[in-house]
């Protein structure tokens, strides 16, 4: 009886310790398995881990941004909105580049250059309320660009945004490796040699086409034809556009004397029907023109101007209130939301206004020696300095291609 005991506990000592030889081998398999399905995630590749050395791999799953045509502007429940956010300021920093790294700069927008000796305006960064912005990263951005063209088309302010956008490229590139064209207003160009791509600017500050009578001088807005230069938008496969500031012009800064619309000029219209007229026009020529499973298409939203009283010898960030008309900017916002193909809206607006200190004022020229600095000089408190804003500005069309696989739109 006693042998019979102890032979059995034997035999379930040695299956037990069997079974715990099993379970062990089970679970050292199961978490060899887990780390190969790990490496083997097309969401975590090499490229992605070298694009942000000092950032971890979360950007992979990164909240989305919030765009058009979305039922509103607030914060989604599995997005965050990149535009909204508050200014930082760090002592310590230190702007992307450098002015005298760009040559092409305009003097409009070459502050330091042209005598500001203050450079705070340059120590302000953007952080979004509830997710991180990655850091604009030049190499990064030229590789998703690979054989690609950039389009930027709009008013001066989006030629502000496209010398900001040249410069961070060109400042990362040796000079004989990049191409610039800057000799004309209407038209400018970068390109990078080694990467294929090209970033240009065409201004077309209606989006519409003004035409100008040669016998009489006069100037006619044809709300119903798009801008002459559209045939050369065309294929691009990023395009950023805006609108705005010429439409408000009042007096001696009104650029059209009639409207044209469905063959007949017209004297007298609202602004606001004129706007939407021509919106309308330029959602058309998406809607006809350009292929979304190949193109995304941005619109930047109004850069706003502030007063000389608010710009003029203003070092730091002030909250002020827009003065641009609402009515326009809701239209603009309206149109595209009703748009069939989806538009990113880069909603930089509300970030802009506090950033008063960042304008050119009295040094969108050259100061000469000896000038004495004065009020009496109508400063610039439209256009932005460089480096400066407009690279914040950049830095959000980065973060909406690295946060959106290409081609797409999130609602």
Known sequence: ????????????????????????????????????????????????????????????????????PPESVNISEDGCNIFDGRWVYNPKARPAYEGHQCPFL??????????????????????????????????????????????????????NQWESLACLLYSSLHPSRAYIETQRGVYKVFRAKDYNFSVEYHWS???????????????????????????????ADIMVFNTGHWWAHKGKLKAWDLFQYKGKLVGEMKIESALAIGMKKWASWVRRKVDMNKTRVFFRSISPSHTRKECYNESKPFAVVSSFPRSLTQIIEGTIKEMENPVTYLNITGLSWNRRDAHPSIYARKQGQGQQLSKEFHPDCSHWCLPGLPDTWNSLLYASLVFDTPGQVTD
Request: proline share 3%; glycine share 6%; charged share 25%.
């Open 1 to 68: 009886m006693d042998t019979t005991i102890i032979e059995r506990w034997n035999l379930c000592t040695f299956v037990s310790f069997t079974g715990c030889i099993i379970l062990i081998l089970c679970l050292n398999k199961n978490h060899s398995s887990t780390k190969l399905l790990a490496l083997q995630d097309p969401a975590i590749s090499i490229t992605s881990l070298n694009q942000f050395p000092t950032q971890t791999l979360e950007f992979s799953a990164a909240p989305k941004l919030i765009i058009y």
């Open 106 to 159: 305009s003097d409009q927008v070459s502050c330091r250059r042209n005598g500001r000796s203050d450079s705070d305006y340059e120590k302000w960064s953007w952080r979004a309320n509830g997710c991180e912005i990655p850091s604009f990263n030049a190499t990064d951005m030229m590789e998703r660009l690979r054989g690609k063209r950039v389009v930027i088309v709009g008013d001066s302010l989006n030629g």
């Open 205 to 235: 500050p209606f989006l519409v086409q003004l035409d100008v009578d040669k016998k009489n001088g006069t100037r006619v807005l044809r709300l119903d034809k798009l801008s002459g230069s559209a045939r050369r938008w065309q294929g």
